[in-house]
């Protein structure tokens, strides 16, 4: 669990992940706002691809159930 987290959080803090070394390095008023569209650009992909693990998953069994049921 707490590799888990250490990996978010080491995509979500740009300063960590030096994903953008100039918006990391900014302070100031826009640095909150900075972080978390960075944090929201990196993570986009992995949302995504987590809904469509969980829409395949759930096809397969629908699939899968209906094949032993014709059995």
């Known amino acids: 669990m707490l590799t888990r987290a250490l990996a978010f959080a ?3 803090v740009p300063s960590v992940a030096l994903a953008c070394p100039y918006c990391a ?3 100031g008023e826009g ?3 900075t972080v978390a569209v960075l ?3 990196i993570g986009a ?3 995504v691809a987590a809904v469509a ?3 395949i998953r759930s096809v397969l069994a629908k699939d ?3 094949d032993e049921e014709a059995e």
Do not use: D, K, N, Q
């Open 10 to 12: 080491s995509t979500v």
């Open 25 to 27: 390095g900014r302070g």
């Open 31 to 33: 640095a909150f706002g």
């Open 39 to 41: 944090g929201v650009e």
């Open 45 to 47: 992909p992995f949302v």
């Open 53 to 55: 693990f969980v829409a």
């Open 64 to 66: 899968s159930a209906h």
